[in-house]
Nanobody, 125 residues
């Protein structure tokens, strides 16, 4: 089991930026596909972005493509999500997730079996 702890959430105005971090407590972090998911009030949890174990390939949902950037530092066992040009519809609880092996480009929640507690992002209009 992988222990994941998110941080960096907060309240910002429309157009602002935030960088989320996810610290992973696992020896073989570099072997995991990592992803960011979010769940807004009244909605199902949805995939936002994912990154392959080696960091060579990334996947983004259409709703965040061009605004969010996922990255990882395997030497630090840390996953990041840089969020720019934030919109009120980005307001949600953001979860870090891990899945051993290769990523699924469909960003399916069922493909990830390790989850953090989430960090809240609120964007005011």
């Amino acid at each position: 089991q992988v222990q994941l702890v998110e941080s960096g959430g907060g309240s910002v105005q429309t157009g602002g930026s935030l960088r989320l971090s996810c610290a992973a407590s696992v020896y073989t972090f570099s072997r995991y596909c990592m992803g960011w998911f979010r769940q807004a009030p009244g909605k199902e949890r949805e995939g936002g972005a994912a990154i392959e174990a080696g960091g060579g390939f990334t996947y983004y949902a259409d709703s965040v493509k061009g605004r969010f950037t996922i990255s990882r530092d395997n030497a630090k066992n840390t996953l990041y999500l840089r969020m720019n040009s934030l919109k009120p519809e980005d307001t949600a609880l953001y979860y870090c997730a891990a899945d051993y092996g290769r990523c699924n480009s469909r960003l399916g929640t069922h493909d990830f079996h390790n989850w953090g507690q989430g960090t809240q992002v609120t964007v005011s209009s």
